[in-house]
């Protein structure tokens, strides 16, 4: 079975689309989402998520759909689909992006808010056989991680996402479903610019693509898997799935899309967790300590052995799994201080001549 327990995922829209979901609020990733930087997650912002639901057309349509609106992605609006805020949270941006504020004071322990998984990886497994009957892709590692399972509820997703023409209201129910979350998938978290594992992750994508049944090959451009590689590998968390009597710990992986908003701080103020309801994984999001209404809310993305370490140490681990230096205020006050410490340092001999 499939049940999971997510940890966090992110998305990312681009600033200009704070507007539209202004009445939100965003959590940042986790650091086990990171884990899955090492499943070969890629980057190529530029997938139309629009493209994603038209696929209604012949399959070449399909294609060029994609790639047409792939260019212009950025520049749509998402935020239709983005579903009401939780209360007493909003979105702000700052230079980290958007990031995820408190419009009222929060006592410690608090809840937050509570986010359900907009995909997970609580995937069948014959879901998962299907879309990749081929051969398992290299590198190996890919077909025994969470990401496989997310990649086939996704791909899943996008071969079924046209509402029947003739299906009863729970049909078009679930279609409506459907095309909300791929829509969805728009808002998360993309980087502006390619980084130094893009070309990596595209590698891995392509390789994921060709280990795919034909029907989803030819339903779902290779792009498709490259985009949402990269929100994965950005946004995502972990999700465990609670251990059974003599079973294996097992983990998934699933998008949460207030989650994903909430940006990193080597001193964070809040933490979260997942459980699993009715095979959806949620995430509840609490207070580390009181907050003050306007705050940002931080999570941390990393563990907290990464915490103890010393400012360039946080930074350079966390810029080589998610890719962007640390800007939080304890990273800059530390930077800050060994700055003053290093100037003093050298002024000292001078001073003792
Ligand atoms: C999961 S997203 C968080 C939401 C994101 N700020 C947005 O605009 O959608 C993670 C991204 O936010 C930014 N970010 C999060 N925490 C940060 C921090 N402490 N310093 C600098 N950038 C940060 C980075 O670009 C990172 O890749």
Avoid at 15 to 39: D, K, P, W
Avoid at 50 to 72: F, M, P, V, Y
Avoid at 109 to 116: C, S, Y
Avoid at 171 to 179: G, K
Wanted: with cysteine; aromatic share 6%.
């Amino acid at each position: 079975m499939e049940a999971l327990c997510i940890h966090r995922p992110c998305i990312a829209v681009s600033n200009s689309h704070s507007a539209v979901i202004g009445r939100g609020s965003y959590l940042g990733l986790a650091r086990e989402a990171f884990m899955a930087s090492t499943f070969g997650l890629l980057h190529d912002a530029r997938l139309g998520y629009k493209a994603l639901a038209c696929l209604s057309a012949s399959i070449a349509t399909r294609r060029a759909t994609i790639a047409a609106e792939s260019r212009d992605r950025r520049d749509r609006s998402p935020g239709q689909d983005i579903p009401d805020p939780p209360p007493h949270c909003s979105i702000r941006t700052s230079s980290a992006g958007r990031g995820l504020y408190v419009t009222k004071a929060i006592s410690q322990r608090e809840v937050i808010l509570e986010d359900m998984a907009v995909v997970d990886s609580s995937c069948p497994q014959e879901v998962v056989q299907k879309v990749f009957s081929s051969r398992p892709p290299e590198p190996a590692r890919l077909q025994r991680e969470p990401i496989w399972g997310l990649v086939a509820n996704f791909v899943q997703l996008l071969q079924d996402g046209l509402p029947p023409k003739h299906g009863s209201s729970r049909i078009e129910e679930a279609a409506q479903d459907r095309q909300r979350r791929l829509s969805l998938m728009a808002a998360f978290y993309r980087p502006e610019v390619e980084d130094a594992q893009s070309n990596l992750y595209k590698q891995h994508a392509e390789e994921l693509h060709k280990a795919m049944d034909q029907t989803s090959q030819e339903t779902v451009a290779s792009e498709v898997v490259a985009d949402l590689l990269t929100v994965v590998r950005l946004d995502a968390h972990i999700v465990r799935e609670a251990k059974r009597p003599g079973e294996k710990d097992r983990n998934g992986l699933g998008l949460f899309f207030w989650l994903h908003l909430a940006n990193h701080s080597c001193c964070p103020n809040a933490f979260f967790h997942t459980t699993c309801e009715k095979g959806r994984a949620k995430a509840t999001l609490y207070a580390l300590r009181p907050l003050d209404c306007g705050e940002e809310v931080c999570i941390s993305y990393v563990d907290g052995q990464t915490l103890l370490s010393p400012v360039q140490v946080r930074r350079r681990i966390i810029q080589s799994q998610f890719g962007f230096v640390c800007g939080c205020n304890r990273c800059q006050e530390e930077e800050n201080r060994a700055g003053r410490v290093g100037r003093a340092g050298r002024a000292s001999p001078a001073a003792e001549v």
